[in-house]
């Protein structure tokens, strides 16, 4: 089963303070006590005007964003988000996303990776993803990658790929993210390690992957899907719509004997499949007003694991979606900015109000009209960043004057 995914993630321990932080606490250098929260991102969404179509993850060749009606467009999911269907290489939808997420106490992303080659819309893929570390190294967040080997198979019946070269293909990506995005501040070491995670299991064989792992010119923090593969520090857990939380218990007991592991936390699970007629659906777990969601961080909180995902940020076909919604609003980030603060960090002074700037600088971006207006909120985006929201409620009153 190939499931369409997004998470959010939670790291521990033993990731990325900086050297004031680890002094100001008296702790051993490069030893993290409060967890980092990512949250899995989806670049792949292609609307107009950004670009000049309606990407498949907006149609899924069955809806047509054309046929606006009341202010909402016909669009493969269940739910609106509240800015309406977007582009992943618009800069200021990707300064919206991460903005939020930092305002509602989560750290960074973990971004769907579809590699380097020319293939369907992988270079698009590509594209988007290297715009959103961009903006992540500019806001200063953080990222991981999570590389969809599923694409091998792919390029080798297109003739991409050698069957024979299947492996060196996967080598050769990996070491091309660690020459230009392993290296980076911004992206997540665990034991001095890149964390790498790979999706599902239509792409390289466990074989396959161990041998991978043996080629790299330096070692990855390596995460496989729901079981811990040969050469990997853990597998990470994902929703399973027909079991629901019973699998998640489940992995929750298996991974105890791993070194590392990732568990899951999610609020729901409604894809639109069978809407699209694509296929029948793989099931349906309920929101159950918020309790889902507040149920499965508490028990990813409960494994102690240094690394904890939320699944989703958009991924809008299967409804896991955090992002703000119509139909949600932005419950799903108090949810989170509660969690951070009862869980994580007891000084996190973020409010539920505060969600509210993000949209708004958005806006003003869409309707500015000058140089000046743009450095003002420029240095609105850099404040909210930093956690100073007065200071980017009052950029706001000086753009706006501009």
Not at 265 to 292: C, K, M, Q
Request: glycine share 6%.
């Amino acid at each position: 089963m190939k499931l369409i995914y997004t998470w959010v993630t939670v790291v521990a321990c033993g990731v990325g303070l900086s050297d004031s932080d680890v002094a100001a606490q008296k702790l051993p250098t490069g030893v993290r006590t409060q967890p980092l929260i990512l949250a899995h991102y989806m670049p792949w969404y292609v609307a107009k005007p950004a670009s000049q179509v309606w990407g498949w993850h907006w149609t899924m060749n069955h809806f047509d964003p054309e046929n606006e009606d009341d202010g909402r467009r016909p669009i493969a999911s269940h739910f609106y988000p509240l800015i309406g269907p977007y582009d992943s290489g618009d800069e200021d939808v990707l300064e919206y996303h991460l903005l939020l997420m930092k305002l509602a106490g989560i750290d960074g992303v973990i971004v769907d990776w579809y590699g380097l080659q020319k293939l369907y819309d992988y270079p698009i893929l590509h594209r988007n993803t290297q715009r959103l570390v961009e903006q992540v190294e500019r806001l200063g967040m953080k990222v991981v990658i999570c590389y969809e080997d599923q694409t091998i198979p792919a390029l080798v019946k297109a003739g991409k790929v050698r069957a024979e070269d299947r492996v060196a293909h996967a080598v050769s990506e990996i070491d091309w993210l660690a020459e230009h995005w392993f290296k980076l501040d911004s992206y997540v070491q665990l034991d001095g390690r890149p964390v790498l995670l790979s999706f599902g299991h239509a792409g390289l064989t466990n074989d396959e992957w161990s041998q991978c792992l043996k080629q790299l010119k330096s070692p990855v923090s390596y995460f496989s899907e729901h079981f811990r593969r040969e050469g990997a520090q853990g597998g990470f857990d994902w929703p399973i719509p027909k079991e629901g939380v019973k699998a998640t218990e489940r992995f929750q007991r298996s991974s105890k004997a791993w070194p590392h592991s990732i568990p899951v936390a999610f609020p729901r699970f409604v894809d639109i499949y069978s809407e699209a007629r694509l296929h029948d659906s793989y099931g349906r777990i309920e929101d159950n007003d918020g309790a889902t969601f507040k149920a499965t961080l508490k028990q990813a909180l409960a494994s102690k694991s240094r690394i904890i995902q939320l699944a989703t940020w958009n991924d809008w076909g299967e409804g896991t979606n955090i992002e703000p919604c119509r139909e949600y609003g932005y419950r799903d980030l108090e949810i989170v900015q509660d969690f951070r603060r009862k869980h994580v960090d007891a000084a996190f002074a973020r409010k539920p109000a505060d969600l509210l700037l993000p949209i708004e600088l958005l806006d003003r971006r869409r309707e500015v009209s000058s140089p000046a207006q743009t450095l003002q909120l420029d240095k609105v985006a850099e404040s909210l960043a930093a956690g100073r929201v007065s200071d980017a409620r009052a950029a706001f009153e000086a753009s706006a004057g501009k």
